[in-house]
Nanobody, 122 residues
Framework: QVQLVESGGGLVQPGGSLRLSCAASGFTFSNYWMYWVRQAPGKGLEWVSAINTGGGKTYYADSVKGRFTISRDNAKNTLYLQMNSLKSEDTAVYYC???????????????WGQGTLVTVSS
């Protein structure tokens, strides 16, 4: 079955960096757009970033643009999120998610990881 497993979260000081990873299995990873979504304490889900099947097209929420970089390694079935210049407002559980639609950005996400907690605090 489809499985997404995030890792790399932790405690970091403001201005610091973290790299999240999401290991995918149970589907043909290279055929699907992938996403990072986060949920801050007491708040709703926020879309963070998206990447197309080949990795050549990337999209970001305004709140992270210029600080975060999404990438993927289709040979390793792994999605990444490099987070730099972290702020306290980036504190959240970060989820990777898979698009429902083959090869396109269909807008519906049909598989999620368990999430990894990122805490930005001094």
């Amino acid at each position: 079955q489809v499985q997404l497993v995030e890792s790399g979260g932790g405690l970091v000081q403001p201005g610091g960096s973290l790299r999240l990873s999401c290991a995918a299995s149970g589907f043909t990873f290279s055929n699907y757009w992938m996403y990072w979504v986060r949920q801050a304490p007491g708040k709703g889900l926020e879309w963070v970033s998206a990447i197309n099947t080949g990795g050549g097209k990337t999209y970001y929420a305004d709140s992270v643009k210029g600080r975060f970089t999404i990438s993927r390694d289709n040979a390793k079935n792994t999605l990444y999120l490099q987070m730099n210049s972290l702020k306290s407002e980036d504190t959240a559980v970060y989820y990777c998610a898979k698009d429902l639609t083959l090869s396109e950005a269909g807008g519906a996400l049909d598989a999620w990881g368990q999430g990894t907690l990122v805490t930005v605090s001094s």
